[in-house]
C-alpha cells in the first residue's frame, strides 16, 4: 500500500505545485515561482515542513508564527500552535472530502509537533542523512499507509 500512496502523493505534488501553479503563473505573470523548495534533500522534519508548500508555509509564518512571537510567546508554543492551525485546516479539508469528523488529518499534522522537537535535540548526535532517511522510511510506511487505512476503515 506504500508504494501507490507515494506515487499517488508525487503525481499530486507534480501536478499541482509544478504543472498547475507554474501554468497559472506563467498567464498571468506572477514573477515569484517559488512554490516549493528541495523538499526531498530535507534533513529533517522541521525542513521538509519549510520546503514542501512554500506559500503555505509562508502563510503561516506570518499569520500565526511571527506574531505570536512578538506578543513574547514561547518558540516551542509558537510552534506547537502553528501547526495546530495547520492541523485545523488540514482537518477541515478531509471533513470535506469524506464527509466525517474522524481527526486523522489532525492527528498525524500535530504529531510532527513532538518529532521535530526529537530531532532538533538529536541534530548533532545523528547524520544528516539518517535523518532523512528515517523521514522517508516512517513518511512511507507508517504516514500514508495509515491515514488511508484509517480512513477507508471508517466506511
Not at 13 to 36: P, V
Not at 92 to 121: C, E, L, S, W
Not at 128 to 145: A, D, K, R, S, V
Request: aromatic share 22%.
Amino acid at each position: 500500500m506504500s508504494v501507490p500512496a507515494a506515487y499517488l502523493w508525487l503525481m499530486f505534488f507534480y501536478s499541482c505545485f509544478h504543472s498547475y501553479m507554474n501554468f497559472w503563473g506563467e498567464l498571468t505573470y506572477f514573477a515569484d515561482r517559488r512554490f516549493y523548495h528541495d523538499w526531498w534533500n530535507a534533513g529533517d522534519l522541521s525542513e521538509y515542513w519549510r520546503k514542501w508548500n512554500f506559500p503555505i508555509h509562508s502563510f503561516l509564518m506570518r499569520h500565526v508564527y511571527y506574531p505570536l512571537r512578538r506578543r513574547n510567546t514561547h518558540k516551542a508554543l509558537s510552534l506547537f500552535l502553528t501547526f495546530f492551525t495547520s492541523a485545523v485546516a488540514h482537518e477541515y479539508i478531509m471533513i470535506g472530502i469524506i464527509r466525517d469528523v474522524n481527526f486523522i488529518a489532525f492527528t498525524i499534522m500535530i504529531i510532527n509537533v513532538p518529532i521535530m522537537v526529537m530531532q532538533h535535540k538529536l541534530k548533532g548526535i545523528v547524520n544528516p542523512n539518517m535523518n532523512n532517511l528515517l523521514f522517508w522510511l516512517g513518511y512511507l510506511i507508517l504516514g500514508q499507509p495509515f491515514g488511508i487505512l484509517f480512513c477507508y476503515n471508517q466506511f
